[in-house]
């Protein structure tokens, strides 16, 4: 009932900037907490950055300064602006949402992945 779609990877030179989209469809009650993960190979998945129901946002370490997580509600889609782009952000992105279904009910759902790959 819910789906999440990304966009917006591809390749790109080290120090140049990307924002990645992703788009909430289906019958949705409401969206609750929701990140951007990412997973490079041989690497498990990380938490890249969150957005709390509040709006608050949290990132990690290696991004702070660097990425930024928004929503625009009214078009049901989330972001990640991603600056100064280094090599070892390279990896597949994931968007991650909690959502309720107005048919499916409360779920962790995950976007398909983008992949990112900044090399000169």
């Known amino acids: 009932q819910v789906q999440l779609v990304e966009s917006g990877g591809g390749l790109v030179q080290p120090g140049g900037s990307l924002r990645l989209s992703c788009e909430a469809s289906g019958n949705i009650f409401s969206i609750g907490p929701m990140g951007w993960y990412r997973q490079a190979p041989g690497k498990q998945r990380e938490l890249v950055a969150g957005l709390s129901t509040t709006g608050t946002a949290n990132y990690a370490d290696s991004v702070k300064g660097r990425f930024t997580i928004t929503k625009d509600s009214a078009k049901s889609t989330m972001y990640l602006e991603m600056n100064n782009l280094k090599p070892e952000d390279t990896a597949v992105y994931y968007c991650?949402?909690?959502?309720?279904?107005?048919?499916?009910?409360?779920?962790?759902?995950w976007g398909q992945g983008t992949q990112v790959i900044v090399s000169s």
């Open positions: 991650n949402a909690v959502a309720v279904g107005t048919l499916s009910g409360h779920s962790n759902y």
